[in-house]
């Protein structure tokens, strides 16, 4: 069957059947590991389009997700002339008290009208600054054939979980800075009272850079130098050298433990395991590199460690990030 018709079909039977159904949106180009992660929890997959991924209802954001929107409306817009159709979702969304977020799906016509015709909160690129403010209230919508897909409030704080920043092109040496703007800014993760912080792998500096606006030291390790733009910064201590062969000793005043190295999941879980046994650093933030599909066993092993987190960053590749702070909200 044409795949059009195969998505109104079961459309057709969602909405005939009533089941409570939520929308994921992946992450660009990490759709089929959203796809294997919701059949490893056992999670039922009602329809697969290019786009979005309707599941039955699930309780928390999967790491794949983009965004997650939970308790999805679905109405079927048929009536007699397109027009009618048109008018009636326009009215539905018009009677809405926020405004919307359209998130296409496929070309359709009738969709990209309506957008045009009621009042709309666009993606914009994010202005950088710590715990970021923003908490405007909007509905998201989308179109499938003639059938329309309503959520009243979605899980991302940002429309679509869309985090593009207005980058700083000049200052920092390379764009990894990003992962941690978007910790900080979107997720509230920013260390607190200017703590001393240690960064394993950090060259060329993108991370100290960031780190050395929030901490009063950061002692940096790497096989390589830092990038000469971070020469004037006086609080970053770089040291070259190999990150897995530290004495813990020698950074007992540390209470930050930051990591973007590069390494084998298993290695970072050692290392993590390693600094949690031999130091009182309580607080972690750690990308988890893989080099193909996601090892989605391992990071049950990340996920046993109390008090910690597996997202994967807007900013993140073939890659997430474990962190780990006590008390965490997120
Ligand atoms: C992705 S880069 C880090 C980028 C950094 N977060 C930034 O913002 O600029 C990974 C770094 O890990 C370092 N690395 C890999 N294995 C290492 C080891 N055993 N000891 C120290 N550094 C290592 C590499 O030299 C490389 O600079």
């Known amino acids: 069957m044409d795949y059009c018709l195969?998505?109104?079909?079961?459309?057709?039977?969602?909405?005939?059947?009533?089941?409570?159904?939520?929308l994921h949106i992946p992450f660009h180009g990490f759709q089929h590991e959203l796809v294997r992660e919701l059949k490893l929890k056992s999670v039922e997959?009602?329809?697969?389009?290019p786009r979005a991924v309707l599941s039955v209802a699930v309780n928390e954001r999967p790491i794949w997700s983009q965004d997650w929107w939970p308790a999805c409306?679905?109405?079927?817009?048929?009536?007699?002339?397109?027009?009618?159709?048109?008018?009636?979702?326009?009215?539905?969304?018009?009677?809405?008290?926020?405004?919307?977020?359209?998130?296409?799906?496929?070309v359709n016509k009738i969709s990209d009208r309506i957008h045009k015709k009621i009042k709309s909160l666009d993606v914009k690129r994010i202005k950088y600054q710590e715990n970021h403010p923003f908490n405007f209230k909007f509905y998201a919508w989308t179109m499938i054939s003639d059938y329309l897909i309503f959520c009243e409030k979605t899980n991302q704080r940002f429309p679509l979980g869309w985090h593009e920043f207005n980058e700083d092109k000049t200052t920092p040496p390379n764009r990894a800075y990003l992962k941690l703007w978007e910790l900080f800014s979107v997720y509230?993760?920013?260390?607190?009272?200017?703590?001393?912080?240690?960064?394993i792998g950090a060259s060329p500096g993108g991370w100290s850079w960031v780190l050395s606006h929030f901490c009063s030291v950061v002692h940096t390790i790497d096989?390589?130098?830092?990038?000469?733009?971070?020469?004037?910064?006086?609080?970053i201590r770089?040291?070259?050298?190999?990150?897995?062969?530290?004495?813990?000793?020698?950074?007992?005043?540390?209470?930050?433990?930051?990591?973007?190295?590069?390494?084998?999941?298993?290695?970072m879980y050692e290392t993590v395991c390693f600094w949690l046994e031999n130091s009182a650093i309580q607080n972690f933030v750690c990308t988890i590199k893989f080099k193909g599909d996601c090892d989605f066993e391992i990071?049950?092993?990340?996920?046993?460690?109390?008090?910690?987190?597996i997202i994967h960053l807007y900013q993140n590749k073939n890659e997430v990030t474990w962190i780990k702070t006590v008390g965490i909200k997120m």
């Open 6 to 22: 195969l998505h109104k079909k079961l459309l057709h039977n969602l909405f005939e059947s009533n089941t409570a159904f939520d």
């Open 45 to 49: 997959i009602l329809l697969e389009l």
């Open 73 to 106: 409306q679905l109405k079927s817009c048929v009536s007699d002339t397109a027009i009618n159709l048109e008018k009636q979702t326009i009215d539905f969304l018009k009677s809405q008290k926020n405004f919307g977020v359209y998130h296409q799906i496929e």
């Open 188 to 199: 509230n993760f920013a260390p607190t009272n200017k703590p001393e912080a240690l960064e």
């Open 223 to 235: 096989r390589a130098p830092l990038d000469q733009k971070l020469n004037s910064i006086q609080n």
């Open 238 to 267: 770089h040291k070259i050298g190999d990150a897995f062969k530290l004495n813990s000793k020698d950074y007992d005043q540390c209470s930050w433990f930051y990591s973007d190295i590069i390494c084998t999941p298993e290695k």
């Open 299 to 309: 990071l049950k092993k990340f996920q046993q460690i109390p008090d910690s987190k």
